[in-house]
């Protein structure tokens, strides 16, 4: 059926300019709902989200340093979205598991990582089958920060120096180390320094810092390496000694503690990255958002005071700047671990 429009007849019809008439047939109205309902399915993916809780995945047990600052950033991103904020532990094999946990959910951003150097640059080049390319298996989002290792020791163990780790294990003919587990970046910077050293270290893994450092007070093992993030109180105690930071320069946490540059072993600098990614292929709204988001958080004078609590140095970089960082890192570190031969 056809509907013609007509200007109305009358007085003011008269005085104002003709027009044509307009005709809406059944066939237009179809087309103009279609582009309608085209354009509502065009619109971004942001509109939508979040309406649900969201997940940020820690590959590492609760207690170390990733854990705590997931659980920092998790807050403040639920405040800022108005959505609740989860973090979800899934550790185990140089962080691979919720590595590839999170490359292979939906990239809808309900599900995201707290990358860090482990199972981005280090643990997929320490299995015999690469689970993931950590380039492009991931959407990365945000850089959140920095931090060096510090390689420590019980002090009943009577190591006071990296010179003491050398010359125990060489007199010993091997000394055990321990680390958040296997593929993190403590076994690996343990397995450089027995490359560097040329002694026979023996690697204890752990499900993560906060079990390793149980064992560590307990004196069941003489050395550990971590992030310094968690570590610092132990220190102020005397419960543990800090032997060496793997930085170049000194960690304003601890000022009187030497660089591993310092104490003439400069292959042995190493610092851990952390992050925000996702799954690949997730919409570039939701990953602007995030990203600015975090930035936001990243400046804020209580997070900044609490990455500095935490031995983080905070570093917002856009989207692809980080992208480029981390390409970058695998690139330099994933030929070191394979050079190294270092296997889980």
Same mark, same amino acid.
Do not use: C
């Given at each position: 059926?056809? %509907? $013609?429009?007509? @200007?109305?007849?009358?007085?003011?019809?008269?005085?104002?300019?003709?027009?044509? &008439?307009?005709?809406?047939?059944?066939?237009?109205?179809?087309?103009?709902?279609?582009?309608?309902?085209?354009?509502?399915?065009?619109?971004?993916?942001?509109?939508?989200?979040?309406?649900?809780?969201?997940?940020?995945?820690?590959?590492?047990?609760?207690?170390?340093?990733?854990?705590?600052?997931? $659980?920092?950033?998790?807050?403040?991103?639920?405040?800022?979205?108005?959505?609740?904020?989860?973090?979800?532990? $899934?550790?185990?094999?140089?962080?691979?598991?919720?590595?590839? !946990?999170?490359?292979?959910?939906? &990239?809808?951003?309900?599900?995201?990582?707290?990358?860090?150097?482990?199972?981005?640059?280090?643990?997929?080049?320490?299995?015999?089958?690469? &689970?993931?390319? &950590?380039?492009?298996?991931?959407? %990365?989002?945000? %850089?959140?920060?920095?931090?060096?290792?510090?390689?420590?020791?019980?002090?009943?163990?009577?190591?006071?120096?990296?010179?003491?780790?050398?010359?125990?294990?060489?007199?010993?003919?091997?000394?055990?180390?321990?680390?958040?587990?296997?593929?993190?970046?403590?076994?690996? %910077?343990?397995?450089?320094?027995?490359?560097?050293?040329?002694?026979?270290?023996?690697? #204890?893994?752990?499900?993560?810092?906060?079990?390793?450092?149980?064992?560590?007070?307990?004196?069941?093992?003489?050395?550990?390496?971590?992030?310094?993030?968690?570590?610092? @109180?132990?220190?102020?105690?005397?419960?543990?000694?800090?032997?060496?930071?793997?930085?170049?320069?000194?960690?304003?946490?601890?000022?009187?503690? @030497?660089?591993?540059?310092?104490?003439?072993?400069?292959?042995?600098?190493?610092?851990?990255? !952390?992050?925000?990614?996702?799954?690949?292929?997730?919409?570039?709204?939701?990953?602007?958002?995030?990203?600015?988001?975090?930035?936001?958080?990243?400046?804020?004078?209580?997070?900044?005071?609490?990455?500095?609590?935490?031995?983080? #140095?905070?570093?917002?970089?856009?989207?692809?700047?980080?992208?480029?960082?981390?390409?970058?890192?695998?690139?330099?570190?994933?030929?070191?671990?394979?050079?190294?031969?270092?296997?889980?």
């Amino acid at each position: 059926m056809t %509907h $013609r429009l007509t @200007p109305a007849r009358g007085p003011a019809a008269t005085s104002a300019p003709r027009t044509a &008439p307009r005709t809406v047939t059944r066939r237009r109205a179809l087309q103009w709902a279609g582009a309608g309902a085209a354009a509502a399915l065009a619109l971004p993916a942001l509109a939508a989200w979040p309406d649900k809780p969201i997940k940020i995945i820690v590959t590492f047990a609760p207690g170390g340093a990733s854990d705590i600052l997931a $659980r920092v950033m998790a807050e403040q991103l639920g405040k800022k979205l108005g959505q609740s904020v989860v973090v979800d532990n $899934r550790p185990g094999a140089g962080g691979t598991i919720g590595g590839t !946990f999170v490359s292979q959910a939906a &990239p809808d951003g309900y599900t995201l990582m707290l990358s860090n150097t482990t199972p981005i640059a280090l643990g997929p080049f320490t299995l015999e089958k690469q &689970p993931y390319d &950590p380039v492009t298996a991931f959407t %990365h989002i945000a %850089h959140l920060g920095s931090a060096p290792l510090v390689v420590m020791a019980n002090p009943k163990s009577g190591i006071h120096s990296l010179a003491d780790i050398e010359s125990t294990a060489r007199k010993a003919g091997q000394m055990s180390f321990g680390s958040g587990g296997p593929g993190s970046i403590g076994h690996i %910077h343990g397995e450089l320094m027995k490359k560097v050293m040329g002694v026979s270290l023996q690697h #204890v893994p752990y499900r993560g810092g906060a079990p390793m450092t149980t064992d560590l007070l307990a004196g069941v093992i003489p050395v550990g390496i971590d992030v310094l993030t968690a570590y610092v @109180p132990f220190f102020k105690t005397g419960q543990l000694v800090p032997l060496a930071v793997t930085s170049t320069v000194r960690s304003p946490l601890l000022p009187d503690v @030497p660089t591993v540059v310092e104490l003439r072993y400069p292959k042995l600098v190493l610092e851990n990255f !952390f992050g925000l990614s996702g799954p690949p292929k997730m919409p570039a709204d939701i990953v602007a958002r995030l990203n600015s988001l975090s930035n936001e958080v990243l400046v804020m004078p209580d997070i900044k005071k609490k990455f500095e609590e935490l031995g983080i #140095v905070a570093v917002p970089q856009d989207v692809a700047a980080f992208n480029a960082f981390v390409k970058d890192q695998v690139g330099i570190l994933g030929p070191t671990v394979k050079g190294a031969g270092i296997k889980l």
